[in-house]
T-cell receptor
Framework: NAGVTQTPKFRVLKTGQSMTLLCAQD?????MYWYRQDPGMGLRLIHY???????AKGEVPDGYNVSRLKKQNFLLGLESAAPSQTSVYFC?????????????FGDGTRLSIL | QQQVKQSPQSLIVQKGGISIINCAYE??????FPWYQQFPGKGPALLIA?????SEKKEGRFTISFNKSAKQFSLHIMDSQPGDSATYFC??????????????FGQGTELSVKP
């Protein structure tokens, strides 16, 4: 049981380049989330999805886009990378809408923008 | 605007001691307060959680204390062990279903337990 899988694990980009981070979950979860983690700031929500074909903005959505074409996948895109987007990105998923159901996290993608 | 504030930023405890991490929240619409544990190179994992109608929840060596009137909650780790060395995050989420189950995280506490 893989849980939540993020690819790639590491990436270095140059300013202005684009890339897509992939999150895949095999738990048939409806809800999926993208966070970024920066020192001293905890995890901040970028975008989230409450089901296939839906997306919504989180706390820090600027500079990112997302798509949820299939229930098991949630893609995070950077159209024109900036140094301020250097961070560790985490994907999470959750079964349903009840607030006491835990979010399950992947192991992160470490992204550096030069 | 930081809706969940966590302290301290870092904590060093001797093996066998008690580790205490505190969080304060602002939004009274929060109805679920989990704590996540994160080891280096890994994603956060749920450790323990509490709802605001309960003042305390204990699971093994881990206890959450909740003070609804003060809008504060804390994690106590009894008999702290070197294997507990990790980063701990408190979080809160909304009662309102259309918020998508979003979690608001605190800033994190890096705990180091010395042998």
């Amino acid at each position: 049981n893989a849980g939540v899988t993020q690819t790639p694990k590491f990436r270095v980009l140059k300013t202005g380049q684009s890339m897509t981070l992939l999150c895949a979950q095999d738990m048939n979860h409806e809800y999926m989330y993208w966070y970024r983690q920066d020192p001293g700031m905890g995890l901040r929500l970028i975008h989230y999805s409450v089901g296939e074909g839906t997306t919504a903005k989180g706390e820090v959505p600027d500079g990112y886009n997302v798509s949820r074409l299939k229930k098991q996948n949630f893609l995070l895109g950077l159209e024109s990378a900036a140094p301020s987007q250097t961070s560790v990105y985490f994907c999470a998923s959750r079964y349903g809408r009840n607030s006491n159901q835990p979010q399950h996290f992947g192991d992160g993608t470490r992204l550096s923008i030069l | 605007q930081q809706q969940v504030k966590q302290s301290p930023q870092s904590l060093i405890v001797q093996k066998g001691g008690i580790s205490i991490i505190n969080c304060a929240y602002e939004n009274t619409a929060f109805d679920y307060f989990p704590w996540y544990q994160q080891f280096p190179g890994k994603g956060p994992a749920l450790l323990i959680a509490i709802r605001p109608d309960v003042s305390e929840k204990k699971e093994g060596r881990f206890t959450i204390s909740f003070n609804k009137s003060a809008k504060q909650f804390s994690l106590h780790i009894m008999d702290s062990q070197p294997g507990d060395s990790a980063t701990y995050f408190c979080a809160a989420s909304w009662r309102i279903y259309n918020q998508g189950g979003k979690l608001i995280f605190g800033q994190g506490t890096e705990l180091s337990v010395k042998p």
